[in-house]
Nanobody, 116 residues
Framework: QVQLVESGGGLVQPGGSLRLSCAAS????????MGWYRQAPGKQRELVAS???????NYADSVKGRFTISRDNARNTVYLQMNSLKPEDTAVYYC??????????WGQGTQVTVSS
């Protein structure tokens, strides 16, 4: 099993920045992909960005050029740098680990609110 703990959410004005962190523990050597998802009220959870164990990244079109996903293997942590935030980025952001045949795990989520 992999345990994930997110941090870094909060309230920010439009155009501002936040950095989310996701610290992983447990059987982390089985992790293939780490991803950030978000879920706004009344909407389905959607993929925001992902990064493979080899460093390949993928982004939703809505965040390309504004968000950057990265990982620090020494700290077993994945980050999501969010710049030029918009009100429509408001959501609960979740970290997910994918261990292939060994399953997947979710963090508890962190609230991001973009409002003036």
């Amino acid at each position: 099993q992999v345990q994930l703990v997110e941090s870094g959410g909060g309230l920010v004005q439009p155009g501002g920045s936040l950095r989310l962190s996701c610290a992983a523990s447990g059987t982390i050597f089985r992790i293939y992909v780490m991803g950030w998802y978000r879920q706004a009220p009344g909407k389905q959870r959607e993929l925001v960005a992902s990064i493979t164990s080899g460093g390949t990244t993928n982004y939703a079109d809505s965040v390309k050029g504004r968000f950057t996903i990265s990982r620090d293997n020494a700290r077993n942590t994945v980050y999501l740098q969010m710049n030029s935030l918009k009100p429509e980025d408001t959501a609960v952001y979740y970290c997910k680990s994918d261990q292939g045949p060994y399953g997947s795990n979710w963090g508890q989520g962190t609230q991001v609110t973009v409002s003036s």
